[in-house]
């Protein structure tokens, strides 16, 4: 999966703090199902976000963003939005 998050006018460092912050990369690395969970910000774009997830299954991906719905983490992540996250499923090739 990549995700695409375009922030708010210098949210984006926000979020990357959340990611870094106890209740972020470390919580959803260890989530059931996460095989890879790695967070880039652009160089000339620092608000926009990008995130490459690998997931056991569509099933873990899912019961992992209702974890975050669940915990608010969602909400917080949506009030720094500038527009709607962009979910792309992807197959690795090599």
């Not at 209740?23 to 926009?48: H, I, N, W």
Request: charged letters at 25%; a negative charge; glycine letters at 6%.
């Amino acid at each position: 999966m990549m995700a695409v998050f375009k922030m708010q006018d210098g949210m984006g460092r926000a979020l990357v703090e959340f990611f870094q912050s106890s209740d972020g990369l470390a919580v959803t690395r260890a989530y059931k199902g996460c095989l890879q969970f790695d967070v880039l910000t652009e160089s000339a774009d620092p608000d926009t976000v990008r995130i490459y997830e690998k997931w056991e299954s569509k099933e873990a991906w899912d019961n992992y963003i209702q974890f975050r719905e669940q915990s608010g983490a969602m909400d917080f992540l949506k009030s720094m939005l500038a527009d709607a996250p962009v979910f792309t499923p992807c197959v690795v090739i090599g």
